[in-house]
C-alpha cells in the first residue's frame, strides 16, 4: 500500500562493529562533559572572566547529568592550580567584639595555629616556673624586707616625735592612736577623766596638731609600697620579657613577611604580661575576660588561640564545593555559643565558617530549589556576591531581629565564582522577577537533553559506559549491549539521529544490566541483559497500562480493530505517569447534521478540553472554509467528541484523526477501523509532527494484538514524526511479517485514503473535483446541506450559533 514505511525505517540500529571494541573495558574512561559544547563554552567564558557579576546558572532539565558533569568539570580546572588563602580569625586586645580576620598561604593557618597553641603552653608552664625560681623568691623577698625597713624606720621616727609632744602610739586594725604621757607613764581612761577640763582640752589640741606628722608618715609608708609594687611590677615585667621573649621572637622571624602575625604576636605578649596574675600559680583571674560573662581560667587562655575557619593546606588545587542543604549557617557561617554558669559565652574560637569561606577562592556550586528553599540563603548570597564580601553573623541579627551583643568578626573578602544549577523555568523566573540576578549571573549554560549521533559523540558515549562501569565497580558491556544501549538512548531522545543526554537514565539501565548479568554468572554484560533491565523496568511501572489494556480486550472500552466505520476514527493519545508514559487508543466520532452551528467540541462544551484542543478544532473549521466554501457558504452542524474520555483532553495531536472522522461523516465513505491516527493538522490540510509517537504506536499495537492481529491493522503518523520513530523490537517484527503496518502522509488527502481505500480528489479546472472521490462526496454533501438551509429558510444563525456567539 502507498505511503506504507519498510520495517527498516521504523528503528535504528546500531553495529556493534562500529565501535571498534569487544568490551567496553577496552575503551579509554572519559572525564569531561560529552554532547554539551554549548553549554561548555559558557561555562570556560564565565570562569575565565574575573569581573564583578560573572557568576554562572547551569539551565537543564533533571536528569542531564549536569550536577555530576559540573562537579567533574569545575575539578578537573581547579586541578594543579594554587590553593587559596588559608583564613584565620584572632582575638582583638582592643575591641574584644570584633576579632580581627587574617589571610595567609595556605598550609600556614594551621602551622601558626600550633604555634600559638604551642607558644602559649609554654608560657604557662615556664612563667610559673619563673615566679617560684630561688632568683625570683629571693629577689621578692629583699625588697618585702625593704619595705619592712622603710616602714620600722618611718615609724620609729613618728613615735619618737610622738613621745616628744607627750604621746604613746598605738597601732590598731582602726588605724594609729594617739595616747597622752604623763610622766612617760599612758594616762588610762579613768585618769584621763580625772583631769580638769582646760588639761583635756589641751591634750585634745596636742593630739589634733600632732595628727599631721601622723598623716605625713602614712603618706610616706603608702609611697614606699607604691615603689615596692612598682618594683615588684618591673621585676614581674622583666621575668614575663625573659620568659616570652626568645618564645616571641622565634614566631616573628618565622612569620616575619606578615606584618599582621608579626602585630598580633606583640599584642599577646604584652597581654600576657598584663595578665601575669592567671599565669601564677595556683592563681584567679584578677579580671574578666571581656565577652561576655565571667568564665573559668581555661577560657581566658581561649582568646591566644588562632582560629582557622579556612584550610586549604591539604589541597592540590583550588576548593569545588558544593552545598546541597544551603541553610544560611551552612553557607555563611555562625557564631556559636556555650553555657557557662547558666550564661552564654562566645569567644573568638567559636567562629565557624561556611560552604562560602571553604569555596573562596574557588568554586561554590548550589542547587537552585535548595537555595529557594532558604529564601534568606539566597538574599545573603546575592549581598555577599554584589559586596564582595562575607560577613559570619546570626541570621537573627542580620535580619535586625536580635539585640543580644555578640561577636562581629570582620568582613572576609570574597574571590569565587558561584554556579546554580537548576531547570530553566527558575532561571526564567528569577530574570524576569529579580532585577539583581541578571546583574550577578550574566552567564548562562544551556544543557541539552540530546545530542547527535556521529561518530565521536559514539565513542564518547561508549567511553562515558566504560567510565560509569570503571567507578562503580560494574560489569562492563560487550558490543552488542553497547549497541542495544544506544538504541535504548535514541528511544529515549526520541530521535533516530539523537541520542539523549539524559545519563542518569542511561546509567540506571547499566546498572540493572550488571545486576542481571551478575545473576547469569557471566564476565560481561550482552544485550539480553539490557534488554532485561529495560523490561524490568517497565514493568515495575506499568501497572496502570496493563489494567487498560485488559478492560479494552473485555470490551469495556470500546475500540475498534476490524471492518469500517462511517465517522469514526480510532485516535491515540499519551497518558504519563511520571516516571512511566504508554500510548492508549480512543474512538472519536463525528455526528452530523443541518444547521449553521459549526465544528461543535463537544469536550470544550463540556470544560473538559484544554485551550490546545480547542484551538485544534477550530483549525478544522478553517480548513473546511478553505477547502470546499469557495463556491458556497458553509453550512454545516457537527459534533466531534472522544468516546469513553473522563479524564480531559489537551493537545492537537487528534485534529488530524477528528477531520477523518468529520470527512467520513460528510462523504458517506466508512474508514477502516483496524487503523489508528495520530497527528495534528493545519488549516491548508498539512500533516504536523507530534509528540510520543513511539508511545502511541506501541499502544495500538497492544490492543490489536490482545484482540488478534488480522494483517490490516496499524497507525498512520505525519511523514515529519518518521525520523522519531524507535519502536520495540516486536512491533517491528510483526511489521516485518506484514502483520502490522505504519503508514506516513503529508497530507490530508493522502491519509483519507489510506483510511478509506478512495483517492481524496483534486480540484480541477472547472473547480470541481472528479466524481467518486472523497474530496467530491464532501463537497456535494455541503452544496445539498447549504441548498437544504435555503429551501427552509434558514437566512438567520440557528439557534446553536446565537448561543456560540453571545
Known sequence: MRFELPPEKLCRTFDPRDFRCETTDQVQPLNRIIGQDRAVRSLHLGLEIQSRGFNIYVSGPPGTGKMTAIQGFLEELARGKTPPNDWCYLHNFQDPYRPKVLALPAGMGRALQRDAKVMIARVRADIPQAFESKEYVD????????????????????????????????????????????????????????????????????????????REAMKRVLNSEKVLQERIQAMDREVALYVTGHLVDDLIEKYGDFPQVVQYLREVQEDVIGNLDQFRPQAQAQQAP???????????????????????????????????????????????????????????????????HEANGGYLVIPIEELLRNSFSYVALKR???????????????????????L?????????????????????????????????????ADFDTRMEVNEENVRDYVAFICTLCTRERLKHLDARAVARVLAHSARLAEDQGKLTTRFSEIADIIREASYWATQGGVRYVNGSHVQKAIEEKVYRSNLIQERIQDMFKRGIFLIGTEGARVGQVNGLAVISLGDYAFGKPSRITAALGLG???????????????????????????????????????????????????????????????????????????????????????????????GGVNEKIEGFFDVCRAKGLTGDQGVMIPASN????????????????????????????????????????????????????????VDKRLRETAQLMRRFGADGPTPRAREDET
Open 139 to 214: 629577689r621578692r623577698t629583699e625588697a618585702g624586707d625593704w619595705l619592712s625597713k622603710e616602714r620600722e624606720s618611718i615609724f620609729e621616727e613618728l613615735g619618737s616625735k610622738a613621745r616628744q609632744a607627750g604621746f604613746a602610739l598605738q597601732v590598731t586594725p582602726m588605724g594609729i592612736l594617739t595616747i597622752p604621757l604623763v610622766r612617760e607613764r599612758p594616762l588610762t581612761e579613768e585618769e584621763f577623766r580625772g583631769l580638769k577640763e582646760e588639761e583635756r582640752r589641751e591634750i585634745a589640741r596636742q593630739r589634733e596638731a600632732f595628727q599631721e606628722e601622723i
Open 290 to 356: 571581656a565577652p561576655p560573662v565571667a568564665v573559668g581560667q581555661d577560657l581566658f587562655f581561649r582568646r591566644y588561640e588562632v582560629n582557622v575557619v579556612v584550610d586549604n593546606g591539604h589541597r592540590q588545587g583550588l576548593p569545588v564545593v558544593t552545598e546541597w542543604n544551603p541553610t544560611y549557617s551552612n553557607l555563611f557561617g555562625r557564631v556559636e555559643k556555650e553555657s557557662q554558669m547558666g550564661a552564654l559565652y562566645t569567644d573568638v574560637t567559636l567562629i565557624r565558617g561556611g560552604s562560602i
Open 384 to 406: 555577599a556576591l554584589g559586596k564582595r564580601e562575607v560577613t559570619i553573623e546570626d541570621l537573627g541579627e542580620s535580619l535586625g531581629y536580635m539585640a543580644m551583643k555578640s
Open 408 to 444: 562581629k568578626p570582620d568582613p572576609i573578602p570574597l574571590d569565587l565564582k558561584v554556579v546554580l544549577v537548576g531547570p530553566p523555568m527558575i532561571y526564567q523566573l528569577l530574570y524576569n522577577a529579580d532585577s539583581n540576578f541578571s546583574e550577578l549571573f550574566k552567564i548562562k
Open 596 to 690: 449553521r452551528a459549526g465544528v461543535l467540541d463537544i469536550e470544550r462544551e463540556a470544560r473538559m478540553g484544554g485551550p490546545i484542543h480547542t484551538k485544534g478544532v477550530l483549525i478544522l473549521g478553517g480548513y473546511l472554509t478553505e477547502k470546499y466554501s469557495q463556491d458556497k457558504p458553509l453550512t454545516l452542524s457537527a459534533r466531534l467528541v472522544f468516546e469513553q474520555s473522563y479524564e480531559g483532553v489537551e493537545g492537537d495531536s487528534a485534529s488530524g484523526a477528528e477531520l477523518f472522522a468529520l470527512l467520513s461523516a460528510l462523504s458517506g465513505v466508512p474508514i477502516r477501523q483496524g487503523i489508528a491516527v495520530t497527528g495534528s493538522v493545519n488549516q491548508k490540510g498539512e500533516t504536523q509532527a507530534i
Open 722 to 777: 518518521v525520523q522519531n520513530l524507535m519502536l520495540r523490537e516486536d512491533v517491528v517484527e510483526a511489521s516485518r511479517q506484514g502483520k502490522f503496518h505504519i503508514w506516513a502522509i503529508d497530507t490530508v488527502d493522502e491519509g483519507i485514503e489510506v483510511l478509506t481505500g478512495l483517492s481524496a480528489g483534486e480540484r480541477g479546472a472547472d473547480g470541481h473535483y472528479p466524481e467518486g472521490t472523497i474530496n467530491y462526496l
